[in-house]
């Protein structure tokens, strides 16, 4: 997740650092490397955070990170600090097994224990 160029961008990140979002789309649209569908058409999917490196599609982030200007790396330094804030979330590992290649923890990204 990233904000316009704004001095309050920790604190915003802050505030969203514990919340797990899941979305359910009802069509898909916007997946990078696929055709859109009509609107509305097809099956309920479940969207989530990304929860481990390489979940994403190689070349999603890049992709994003490139048409926003953004740097990962200076983004990773700029919110060191919010590392040790993260608590412990379930459905962290509850897909892992749907993604290809071997999957590395993100810092601060940790499964909670007995709801996996």
Partial sequence: MT???????LKVMEQKLNSYGKTIHVWKAGVYGQ??????LGEPRLAWS???????QQGL???????LDISVEQKRKERKDLV???KAQCGVNAIAGEFKGELKPLEGVKAKEGCE
């Fill in 3 to 9: 904000l316009p160029a704004t001095k309050n961008e």
């Fill in 50 to 56: 990304f929860n481990h490196l390489h979940e994403p």
């Fill in 35 to 40: 055709e859109d569908e009509k609107f509305p």
């Fill in 84 to 86: 040790s804030q993260a």
């Fill in 61 to 67: 982030l890049e992709s994003v990170y490139e048409s």
